[in-house]
């Protein structure tokens, strides 16, 4: 039982390179979440999904795009990278009766 | 516009002695509060949480006090160890979002 995986762990891109940040699950968890870590700042949310086939926004979602095709899979998309997407992106999943979420590893993106 | 205030950005308690972290929070519809911890280049892991129905909850050497008319929770670790030494992060959820605090780093102290 692997839990959250993340890849890749880092990522160097370019202004204006796209991207796909990978997020698996094998704890059959329906609820999956895509955040954001800033120094100093607190997570915030970009996107997040009840299921397979629904996805909704969170706090901070310009810039990316996700998909939820199967219950195991949450991929986060940068289409058009840009300095203010430098961070540190931890993935989240968790049971729909439970509040409590399990992350992932983290990857940690700069964008030059 | 922050609905999950933590204050205090660093904390250091000495080793066997009480570590206290505080969060106020704003939204009077949350109704779970959670509190994670996090290493460094680590994910957040899950500590204990608690319902907005109960004003208290133990395990083992942590306890979440939660006082709803003035919207504060702490957490409470005794007594403290060196592996505490972390970054934690006070949460709230409504719908099927949760809201996290900026995080407080706690240093215990030899």
């Known amino acids: 039982n692997a839990g959250v995986t993340q890849t890749p762990k880092f990522r160097i891109l370019k202004i204006g390179q796209s991207m796909t940040l990978q997020c698996t699950q094998d704890?059959?968890?329906?609820?999956m979440y895509w955040y954001r870590q800033d120094p100093g700042m607190g997570l915030k949310l970009i996107y997040y999904?009840?299921?397979?086939?629904?996805?909704d926004k969170g706090e901070v979602p310009n810039g990316y795009n996700v998909s939820r095709s199967t219950t195991e899979d949450f991929p986060l998309r940068l289409e058009l990278a840009a300095p203010s997407q430098t961070s540190v992106y931890f993935c989240?999943?968790?049971?729909?009766?439970?509040?409590?979420?399990?992350f992932g590893p983290g990857t940690r993106l700069t964008v030059l | 516009d922050q609905q999950v205030k933590q204050n205090s950005p660093s904390l250091s308690v000495q080793e066997g002695r009480i570590s206290i972290l505080n969060c106020d929070y704003t939204?009077?519809?949350?109704?779970?509060f959670l509190w994670y911890k996090k290493y460094p280049a680590e994910g957040p892991t899950f500590l204990i949480s608690?319902?907005?129905?109960?004003d208290k909850n133990e395990d083992g050497r942590f306890t979440v006090f939660l006082n709803k008319s003035a919207k504060h929770l702490s957490l409470h670790i005794v007594p403290s160890q060196p592996g505490d030494s972390a970054v934690y992060f006070c949460?709230?959820?409504?719908?099927?979002?949760?809201?996290f605090g900026k995080g407080t780093r706690l240093h215990i102290l030899p």
């Open positions: 989240a999943s968790r049971f729909t009766n439970y509040n409590e979420q399990f």
């Open positions: 704890m059959n968890h329906n609820y």
């Open positions: 999904s009840v299921g397979a086939g629904i996805t």
């Open positions: 939204n009077s519809m949350f109704d779970y």
């Open positions: 608690i319902s907005s129905i109960k």
């Open positions: 949460a709230a959820t409504a719908d099927d979002k949760i809201i």
